[in-house]
């Protein structure tokens, strides 16, 4: 069973950057179809970015250009660059691990946007 486990959230000025990490227990961390999904308050959790086992990535397209997913399997990490942030960007962001019908959610780590 995969537990996955962020970090990287806080607090960040307008047009300031962020990077995220989740890291992923256990042994199968480089078959994972891995995402960032985040929920803001009043909100549904919406996807942001996912990353296949290929490297093959997806983005919301409002967030193109501005984050990128990334992974590293050597240390069972996956990563969310956040450039250029907005206030409409705060929100919780979950990391989530993926395999055929198992899937499996971090805690989350808050993102804040503001001056």
């Known amino acids: 069973q995969a537990q996955p486990e962020e970090s990287g959230g806080g607090l960040v000025q307008p047009g300031g950057s962020l990077r995220l990490s989740c890291a992923v227990s256990?042994?199968?961390?480089?078959?994972?179809?891995m995402g960032w999904y985040r929920q803001a308050p009043g909100k549904q959790r919406e996807l942001v970015a996912k990353i296949t086992s290929r490297n093959s990535t997806t983005y919301a397209d409002s967030l193109k250009g501005r984050f990128t997913i990334s992974r590293d399997n050597a240390k069972n990490t996956v990563y969310l660059q956040m450039n250029n942030l907005k206030p409409e960007d705060t929100a919780v962001y979950y990391c989530?691990?993926?395999?055929?019908?198992?899937?499996?959610w971090g805690q989350g780590t808050q993102v804040t946007v503001s001056s």
């Open positions: 989530n691990a993926r395999i055929a019908t198992l899937e499996y």
């Open positions: 256990g042994s199968m961390f480089s078959i994972y179809l």
